[in-house]
């Protein structure tokens, strides 16, 4: 061949090799690396057929199997629950159509499509061969989370709900829900068998599907002044610091006075000046409902409640957030006022007044919850340990050792003192007011147990009565976590 030809023919070469090396390279990566994305991706119509032929990895908690998969004969695999009502909270459901819970927070980690289990199958992922689900290790102590599903179930409430946190670490130990549902029935291979409980269950007015521990809001009622009494102690307040009561307060430009409760009359709440922590103990309305308007004021609680995470959807899992809690933002002494006490505008999860428990508990420090402890391969081996992660500081630890000696004070002389000698070793009680209903949010927040306190309590149970009702179920969880 001519010089010039054999230059070109060179070039052509050089050309079509790096075609098809960057071809090979696309192919790899397509096939190896992206193809979880492509199946993710919205537009693809297959990404929902295969789901059943693949062995997902468990999901277990203190070394019992909550969730796991049975083959069929027809080589798929059906998606088993342990107590499925119980549970549901924490594991959630995997249907024909859909995942929640925990099995949606680690879905890639479970059908073993997640990175981190291909690092340890780099071979197996390149070649196109399935890497094994892995398993998926709750943080919740599995004999509280069945004490209290059983406690709220039989307590009679329309709706009822029920968190523990770990107050130095925010691992989530219970996080129960009624009424609730059997993952079972919604997991169904059938499709038209998992629409119809899927429509079944969506259609009952206390919505089973919903978890109440995260996803519901409620009126705090007076759990709230927690964070009122927090802001307050921020202004340089103590608990000794003598702070207005009295029987009525009427909020500036308010056309209606808020009063203490008809059971306080002739009590110290009606004492015109008392020290913070007997108008906390009496939770005496008239004292946290002129401090959310006049002193120290919606800046002040608004900014504490901030502190504690409300105003956040609160992340506990992959991609699992609470819905968010809510003080309202207002330059209307009234509306405050009102908020102040726990009504009106302002809304919490009982995941977020866990919360706030915790927070006093860990010396002002609010830990971010965590619902996972770590994920393993399948042959056992740790992949991922979730570390505790500090969210913010509400409080310093002075103050926080003055609200718990108020939360203390609750128990011992206050509209908490059933529930001295339990293992409640502080707490506050609330009742919210839902109108045009013939029953209250009935709020229970505390910590325990009293020799060494660790663990956060937050309960609500909807039904007639008072908060102090919500107290005893605290009290069993806690004796469950070995209180």
């Known amino acids: 061949m ?14 079509t090799l790096v075609m098809v090396i960057a071809l090979m390279a696309n192919i790899t990566y397509v096939q190896g690396f992206d193809a979880q994305n492509l199946r993710d991706d919205s537009l693809n119509a297959r990404q929902f057929e295969d789901r059943f032929k693949v062995d997902r990895g468990p999901i277990v908690a203190d070394g019992e199997r909550l969730a796991w998969s049975e083959e069929r004969a027809d080589h798929r695999y059906q998606r088993r629950y342990k107590d499925g009502p119980v549970f549901a909270p924490i594991t959630g459901y995997f249907s024909v159509f859909a995942q929640t819970g925990l099995e949606q927070a680690e879905n890639h980690f479970l059908d073993g499509s997640d990175a981190r289990l291909a690092t340890s199958n780099f071979v197996d992922k390149l070649i196109g061969e399935h890497v094994p689900g892995g398993t998926v290790e709750a943080t919740v102590d599995v004999k509280a989370q069945r004490a209290a599903y059983d406690a709220l179930a039989s307590s009679g409430a329309r709706r009822a709900a029920a968190v523990v946190l770990d107050a130095g670490t925010g691992a ?13 029935d919604v997991s169904t291979l059938d499709r038209e068998k998992a629409v119809n409980a899927f429509n079944r269950l969506s259609g009952q007015k206390l919505k089973p599907l ?16 927690t ?3 927090a802001s307050a102690l921020e202004a340089g307040a103590s608990a000794d610091t003598r702070v207005r009561a009295g029987r009525g307060y009427r909020p ?20 015109n000046r008392i020290p913070l922590i007997e108008a906390y103990a009496q939770s005496c309305n008239t004292t946290f409902a002129y401090m959310g308007a006049e002193e120290p004021g919606n800046d002040a609680v608004h900014r504490e409640a901030a502190g504690f995470g409300f105003g956040d959807r609160i992340e506990y899992a992959n991609g699992l957030k609470s819905a968010p809690s809510s003080f309202p933002e207002t330059d209307q002494p009234a509306l405050s006022a009102l908020g102040a006490i726990g009504q009106g505008s302002t809304v919490a999860s009982p995941l977020q007044m866990a919360m706030v428990a915790a927070g006093v508990l860990n010396d002002g420090v609010v830990m971010r919850p ?12 740790t992949v991922d340990t979730i570390s505790p992660r500090r969210m913010s500081r509400a409080l ?7 609200m718990r000696d108020l939360m203390k004070a609750v128990v011992e002389r206050g509209t908490g003192k059933s529930l001295k000698g339990t293992s409640v070793l502080g707490g506050k009680t609330g009742t919210a007011d839902v109108e045009g209903a013939a029953y209250n949010d009935r709020w229970f927040i505390g910590f325990g147990p009293p020799e060494n306190p660790g663990y956060a309590v937050a309960v609500v149970t909807e039904a007639p009565g008072y908060g102090i009702e919500s107290g005893p179920i605290a009290a069993k969880i806690i004796d469950a976590l070995g209180g």
Request: proline share 7%; glycine share 12%.
């Open 370 to 381: 965590h619902l996972v402890a770590k994920v393993r391969a399948s042959d056992g081996s």
């Open 172 to 184: 989530v130990r219970v996080m129960a829900s009624t009424p609730s549902y059997d993952p079972n």
């Open 252 to 271: 500036p430009g308010a056309g209606q006075a808020i009063n203490n409760d008809a059971g306080d009359i002739g009590g110290s709440c009606d004492l």
């Open 227 to 229: 964070v009122v009494a």
């Open 210 to 225: 919903l978890n109440k521990a995260t996803g519901e809001l409620f009126p705090p009622g007076s759990t709230f002044k």
């Open 396 to 402: 310093t630890s002075g103050q926080a050792k003055q």
């Open 2 to 15: 001519k010089p010039g030809i054999d230059r070109a023919v060179g070039r052509t070469w050089v050309v």
